[in-house]
């Protein structure tokens, strides 16, 4: 496995089939995927496929404290490649990049069902349960770094 910086549009394909597979092609690019301050990660098989996503924008939330938020928005793994800390991998991965960064904490949106991953990699919840329309229960929750 290998996990590297990637660009906007080699998470889609991931984004599709993962997160929102009945969605329009067009909900597959969200606002500021091209922003200078964004970055996009990807971990690799053996075989140079693809198996996990993230992506981390420049982007606050008044939940939360911290001058410069980044967040987290479209992780995803191939449902064949799970349970092998691909999400963990892209998580590490991206926290170097926020060091360097200087990035005061990470939040997203999580999916109700992937809260305990998040709790396991330092994320707190903040507030309650809240959904999104056709996508279901989330938790917002954060990851302080300074």
Not at 25 to 52: N, R, S, W
Not at 79 to 90: C, D, E, P, T, Y
Request: charged letters at 30%; glycine letters at 8%.
């Amino acid at each position: 496995m290998e996990t590297r910086f990637i660009e906007a549009t080699q998470t889609h394909d991931l984004r599709h089939r993962v997160l929102i597979p009945d969605h329009p092609v067009e909900a597959l690019v969200y606002p500021g995927d091209e922003d200078q301050t964004t970055f996009h990660v990807g971990v690799f098989d053996d075989d140079e496929k693809l198996v996990a996503i993230g992506s981390f924008y420049e982007e606050s939330d008044s939940h939360f404290e911290g001058e410069k938020q980044y967040r987290l928005r479209g992780m995803a793994s191939d449902s064949k490649a799970r349970l092998r800390g691909l999400g963990k991998a892209v998580i590490v991965f991206a926290e170097e990049e926020l060091a360097r960064r200087n990035a005061d904490l990470l939040w997203c949106n999580a999916r109700v069902i992937a809260t305990g991953f998040y709790e396991k990699m330092g994320f707190y919840s903040v507030g309650e349960e809240f959904v999104i329309p056709k996508i279901g229960g989330h938790y917002r929750m954060g990851k302080d770094y300074k």
